[in-house]
């Protein structure tokens, strides 16, 4: 019996660890301004925290090999393409910087491909792989089923990153029920 009363609490002690050791790790850093720009462009903003999270684990000076910036990670050209959209004028890199201005952008160029793809995985392939291939993939029966949804892509870097963003998705809609 005292072997079970051990092996009980030490499952409740590691439980209770893991659970702050993930709260951790699945930060929710601008979640005031993440808030603010999901509602603004009707998305969920579970789906902004995943791509924040597989993009730049929340680091606001995150530069990729592709020279995307920022939090949401945005070419210049997408920044301004979004800003365009938005009427904000004169979007330059060091903007690309500031959470409030990567967030309000990425946010739109996210629900924009919500509204194109209507599909999350479509969607997000396109935020990593671009719109161009999806559509070609989208015409393709070896990567979509109906010409609609993406079953699957040529890149497996954009394979990997719809998963990561489902299992990000999964995680933070579990530890952050109330947000």
Known sequence: MKKIFKFIIFLVIFAILSYYVLINVYKTN????????SKQNNVDKYHILSIIKAESNFKPDAVSAKNAIGLMQLTLDTAKWCAGQLGIEDIEISD????EINIKLGTYYFSYLMSRYN???TAISAYNAGMGNVDKWLDDSEYSIDGNKIKNTPFD???RYVTKINNNLKIYKFLYKEL
């Not at 601008?30 to 720009?37: C, L, M, Q, R, V």
């Not at 690309?96 to 959470?99: G, T």
């Open 96 to 99: 690309l910087y500031v959470p």
């Open 119 to 121: 599909d999350f995985d």
């Open 157 to 159: 870097e954009t394979n």
């Open 30 to 37: 601008y979640i005031d301004i993440i808030d603010e720009e």
